[in-house]
């Protein structure tokens, strides 16, 4: 048997061992585990040719490029070339060189599944947040978003606009695109998509953002005596409001940082000439109606007066600052705005202005989360030509009528397989499926049964991160609001994070509802549904085999672990769980298939 190896597009020399290869299907791993494929450890010998192709790893003084990364490699087997793989360069001795190969995953998913980035980083947005913000069943330009869907937030939010609104929820598929485009890859969710898309997070907590840490005043007009501004509110932050009760509107500002760390952006279109050098007056005054300082604004060619960068005047050691602004000439047609920013920000969001997703989403990593869809699924993830596909064991149940006849290519040991096991996995007799506990809810805990007294009764199989839905009987409840005790002030209450489910209703004069629900999350449900029925019908009695085939490097290159292979000998149909293969013969373990 002929086996090469390139690195960088250049065949290496190879010793004399032949390379074991592990294929493995991630298809009955564990969920919570994405595998790829690996070689055992392959050691190249002491060439010339190796020590410059990796170029000279053990030189002390020489710091190589390929010691730390991965790098690219190919492998044929008489000819014919069975994967792409990512070597890594272990390490060396006087034997040789020791690298390892993986593959079967694509790289950019490999890349997202080593990266600690949270889903915090994603949803880079932020939603008005304030009186006039209204519900939406989650629609934008045709599907489903994040938004403002109804929830009973703990408090009638209906009858009290005017202090606070429910906060939006994160659609979690808008959300997994998000990642998959930061990543560069498809995700491709199959029929599971839709139900994906129904799936939201319901922001509990109204945390900053510095990219919203801007206070923002629209000019919609001007005194008719004064050219006092009017302004109309576009986003608001702590400790800057605009001063109403005239006819004009000035703008105070409560000190809490460091004043020379304030940046102003003011944008005023005027009727004013090209060139006017005092088209427009800003004026800061302090307690007292003591004038600090006055700062005058020149128009450009269409008479718009700007100014962009620090407040340009020394407010240092003092509090409460009104700024004033005048115009010398009429208002111009062009959007005209005020915008103050304070960068060291660090207090809850204002109501009255934006509210930051991103910020406010779980602090989940990107691969935990994903994981987590997986589970509630009953989903796995297997490599697809531009990313990776997620799908369940149904997809192998269904494929019976493709499957693949090994019967000729069994090395046969007797009438009996080489190896018979009846565990699968590490499960336990009862599996859960957990939440977060809710002491105000029923447990919405579920679990898988595997037919083996031999095994511990019982384990913890996951735990999502998300609170129990459900309070107080509520399906419909995310309760992160409460009355202060004097029943006047609205405050903030931690319920924990949760994930719920959109469903939409229709009354008897045909109008839309649209609210978030618990009730079809509650693993209860779903151990008998979607892929994980499957993947329990699977595990509840499983007869697990291992033995020798004469698998050709054509069988090799073509695996596709969706289908399975029948044995005739054994007279059933198998799901491939892993290929120990080495020269001419590989060890496969197989999970025989319920009829």
């Known amino acids: 048997m002929k086996e090469e190896l390139y690195i960088k597009g250049e065949s290496v020399d190879l010793g004399d061992s032949e390379i074991t290869l592990n294929f493995k299907s991630n298809l009955l791993g564990d969920i919570s585990k994405i595998t790829a494929s690996n070689s055992y450890t392959i050691t190249l010998p002491r060439t010339n040719k190796n020590i410059r192709l990796l170029d000279f790893p053990d030189v002390a003084g020489h710091e190589s490029y390929m010691m730390r990364d991965y790098f690219n490699a190919e492998y044929y087997r008489n000819g014919v070339k069975l994967f792409d793989a990512k070597a890594v360069l272990i390490s060396c001795s006087e034997d040789g060189f020791n690298v390892a190969l993986t593959w079967g995953m694509s790289e950019k998913f490999i890349q997202l599944m080593n990266d600690d980035r949270s889903i915090q980083e994603f949803a880079d947005m932020a939603l008005p947040w304030n009186s006039s913000t209204t519900y939406d069943n989650g629609l934008v330009d045709g599907q489903l978003s994040h938004g403002y869907i109804r929830h009973n937030a703990g408090i009638d939010v209906d009858s009290n606009r005017d202090k606070i609104f429910i906060h939006p929820s994160v659609n979690c598929m808008r959300l997994l695109e998000e990642i998959a485009s930061y990543y560069g890859l498809t995700m491709d969710w199959g029929s599971y998509k839709q139900y994906i898309e129904l799936l939201y997070l319901p922001l509990i907590s109204q945390k900053a953002n510095p990219k919203y840490n801007w206070f923002e005043a629209e000019i919609t007009g001007i005194h008719e005596d004064f050219h006092l501004v009017n302004l109309r509110q576009v986003n608001a932050i702590q400790n800057i409001r605009i001063i109403t009760g005239h006819d004009w509107n000035d703008i105070i500002i409560h000190n809490t940082s460091n ?8 944008c005023i279109s005027t009727t004013a000439p090209a060139g006017a050098q005092k088209a427009v007056e800003v004026m800061f005054v302090r307690s007292s109606h003591i004038i600090m300082g006055t700062y005058y604004l020149e128009a450009d060619e269409l008479g718009v007066c700007r100014y962009k960068g620090r407040i340009p005047i020394d407010l240092e ?7 004033r602004i005048t115009l010398i000439y009429n208002l111009g047609t062009i959007k005209s705005y005020v915008k103050i920013t304070d960068p060291d920000i660090t207090e809850d969001v204002a109501y009255g202005g ?20 997986c589970w509630l699924f009953g989903l796995f993830a297997i490599k697809s030509d531009t990313g990776v596909s997620f799908i369940s064991v149904n997809k192998i149940i269904d494929n019976r009528d493709k499957a693949v006849d090994w019967s000729k290519k069994l090395v046969p040991t007797g009438w009996t397989a080489k190896e018979t096991s009846y565990t699968f996995g ?11 506990e809710n002491e105000n809810a029923k447990s919405a805990d579920g679990y898988m049964v595997v037919q083996n007294k031999t095994l511990d009764y019982e384990k913890d199989l996951l ?10 009987g509520d399906m419909r409840a995310v309760p992160y609001f409460k009355w ?20 939409i209703s229709f009354d008897s004069q045909g109008k839309e509802d649209a609210r978030l629900d618990f009730s079809d999350l509650k693993f209860q449900n779903r151990v008998s549904r979607f892929g994980l029925s499957s993947y329990q019908d699977l595990i509840k009695l499983p007869f697990v085999i291992k033995d020798t085939f004469r698998l050709t490097e054509i069988d090799l290159k073509n695996i596709d672990y969706t289908i399975p292979v029948y044995i005739e000998r054994y007279a059933a149909f198998f799901a491939i769980i892993s290929i120990k293969s080495q020269g001419d013969y590989s060890e496969c373990e197989l999970l025989k298939l319920l009829s």
């Open 259 to 266: 004043w020379k760390d304030w940046e102003l952006d003011l």
């Open 317 to 323: 050691g003092y509090n409460d600052i009104e700024m």
């Open 354 to 373: 934006v509210y930051p997703i991103g910020s406010n989403l779980p602090d989940i990593s990107v691969v935990d989360f994903i994981k987590q869809i």
């Open 426 to 436: 590490d499960f336990a007799q009862k599996n859960y499926f957990r939440y977060e």
């Open 463 to 472: 735990k999502l991160p998300y609170t129990a839905g459900g309070d107080n």
């Open 484 to 503: 202060s005790d004097d029943g006047t002030i609205v405050e903030l209450e931690d319920c924990g994070d949760r994930i719920m489910q959109l469903v």
